[in-house]
């Protein structure tokens, strides 16, 4: 099965969190915030949104860091995508 963001949606697909801190604690798996960094799966056409226009400016293989609540979980095929809208992103990751 394939993801196709439609309007101004992204689908992301969630880096793994880490699993020990810098100081070098084990973190269990409760403990562990979900990252905020993810790689650009698909990304939709963009064009007239809520009467502006938004022109997409990421693609496929970036990586993004995201609003902390925005989007939607879904699971395709046992992977986990958030699927967002492009004002959502806030960063490129380069």
Same mark, same amino acid.
């Given at each position: 099965?394939?993801?196709?963001?439609?309007? @101004?949606?992204?689908?992301? %697909?969630?880096?793994? #969190?880490?699993?020990? $801190?810098?100081?070098? =604690? !084990?973190?269990?798996?409760? #403990?562990? /915030? %979900?990252?905020?960094?993810?790689?650009?799966?698909?990304?939709?056409?963009?064009?007239? !949104? @809520?009467?502006? /226009?938004?022109?997409? /400016?990421? %693609? $496929?293989?970036?990586?993004? =860091?995201?609003?902390?609540? #925005?989007?939607?979980?879904? %699971? &395709?095929? @046992? !992977? /986990?995508? =958030? &699927?967002?809208?492009?004002? @959502? &992103?806030?960063? &490129?990751?380069?």
């Amino acid at each position: 099965m394939k993801l196709v963001p439609l309007n @101004d949606r992204v689908v992301l %697909k969630q880096l793994v #969190a880490e699993e020990t $801190t810098k100081s070098g =604690i !084990v973190l269990p798996g409760q #403990a562990k /915030e %979900k990252p905020q960094q993810a790689e650009v799966v698909a990304v939709g056409p963009g064009g007239v !949104v @809520d009467g502006n /226009e938004v022109k997409m /400016e990421v %693609k $496929t293989g970036d990586k993004v =860091i995201y609003s902390k609540y #925005a989007g939607t979980e879904v %699971k &395709i095929d @046992d !992977v /986990e995508y =958030i &699927i967002v809208r492009h004002s @959502d &992103i806030l960063a &490129i990751v380069e």
